[in-house]
């Protein structure tokens, strides 16, 4: 199958007042892995004629307020207006196809990313028209799980930690967005519904 592992670096937790700062996507075939360093990746750092946010975000993303206040050329640089256009043509160099309504859908992975990036995902220009997300969406949380004395989902530091990666986070979209490949891969060779033994009675 192939997926788009994606992450967002964003202003604040709140899609509707606060900001994409930094998107970050990488191509993965579960069929076909390749070395990480050669996944087809697409990072775009956005800027906006100003800027709204929490003081934790704005601090832990400084290093993209310094790119930003940079002056000379930046190719990883664009407007919120040409983000998806941007990633669109991205996907379809790629091979990715459009649908009916010419609009390229595309099952998406990442830590959070169906309570957290596609709320921001949504209110961009082009959301649904260009460029929109499969309903069901991949989260290595529910892989690294313990049923037994978890009482939630586990952190993106706890699933690396338990994949034997570390803890560390970069919080730095293309390197999250990286995590989220290697945390994935164990279970290509063995999924999950061939770790369960079907009980008498039930379909194998």
């Known amino acids: 199958m192939r997926y788009v592992s994606l992450d967002l670096e964003t202003s604040g937790s709140n899609p509707t007042r606060h900001q994409v700062l930094e998107l970050a ?14 996944l087809p990746a697409f990072r775009r750092v956005v800027r906006h004629s100003e800027y709204a946010g929490s003081a934790g975000a704005i601090a832990l993303n400084a290093r993209l307020f310094e790119e930003l206040a940079r002056k000379e050329f930046n190719p990883e640089l664009c407007t919120p207006a040409e983000l ?8 379809l160099t790629h091979g990715f196809k459009t649908d009916k309504a010419d609009c390229v859908s595309v099952t998406m992975a990442g830590k959070n990313i169906a309570v957290f990036d596609l709320g ?3 209110e961009l220009p082009g959301y649904g ?3 929109r997300a499969e309903p069901a969406m991949l989260d290595p949380a529910a892989f690294y799980l313990n049923w037994h004395k978890d009482s939630r989902l586990p ?9 034997g990666l570390g803890r560390e986070v970069a919080h730095e979209a293309l390197a999250d967005a990286l995590d989220v490949v290697r945390l994935l891969r164990p279970f290509y060779e063995l999924p999950g519904y061939k770790q369960v033994q079907p009980q008498p009675g039930e379909l194998a």
């Open 84 to 91: 998806l256009p941007q990633l669109r043509e991205f996907l």
């Open 129 to 131: 028209s260009l460029v």
């Open 155 to 163: 952190s993106m530091s706890i699933c690396k930690a338990r994949a």
């Open 120 to 122: 921001f995902l949504k």
């Open 25 to 38: 996507a990488v191509i993965e075939d579960s069929r076909h892995p390749l070395p990480l360093a050669e």
